[in-house]
Nanobody, 123 residues
C-alpha cells in the first residue's frame, strides 16, 4: 500500500529552522516528482516546492524562494524540505505529494498524499 508520512513539524521561533521529512513506502519513488504543499488555518492549500524526477529541476513558491530547499534521497525513499529563516506566515500543516509522470505540473497532487505535519512559527 502506497504511503507518504511527513515528520519534523514543530514549534519554532521566527528566524529559526526546521527540516521536514517525507518517508515514502509502497512504491518506488524514483520515477515520481515529489512536491510539498501547505495549508494555513483558514486558507487554501498552496504549493511550496517540488522536485522533478525527470531532470531534477526544483520549483519553489515565490514566498519561500531563498529560504526553503527541497531535496530527495531515492535510496532512503525520503524527501526533505529544509526551511530556514522561518516567518510567522510559514505556519501551516505541510504535506508531501506525488506526480506519477515525474513532472511538477498537471499530475502533481493527483495520486498520493501524506497526512501532514504541523509547523508553527511563533515567538
Amino acid at each position: 500500500q502506497a504511503q507518504l508520512v511527513e515528520s519534523g513539524g514543530d514549534l519554532v521561533q521566527p528566524g529559526g529552522s526546521l527540516r521536514l521529512s517525507c518517508a515514502v513506502s509502497g512504491f518506488t519513488m524514483d520515477f515520481y516528482a515529489i512536491g510539498w504543499f501547505r495549508q494555513a488555518p483558514g486558507k487554501e492549500r498552496e504549493g511550496v516546492a517540488c522536485i522533478s524526477s525527470k531532470d531534477g529541476t526544483k520549483y519553489y513558491a515565490d514566498s519561500v524562494k531563498g529560504r526553503f530547499t527541497a531535496s530527495r534521497d531515492n535510496d532512503k525513499s525520503t524527501v526533505y524540505l529544509q526551511m530556514n529563516s522561518l516567518k510567522l506566515e510559514d505556519t501551516a500543516v505541510y504535506y508531501c505529494t506525488t506526480a506519477i509522470d515525474g513532472w511538477c505540473d498537471y499530475y502533481l497532487g493527483k495520486n498520493y498524499w501524506g497526512k501532514g505535519t504541523l509547523v508553527t512559527v511563533s515567538s
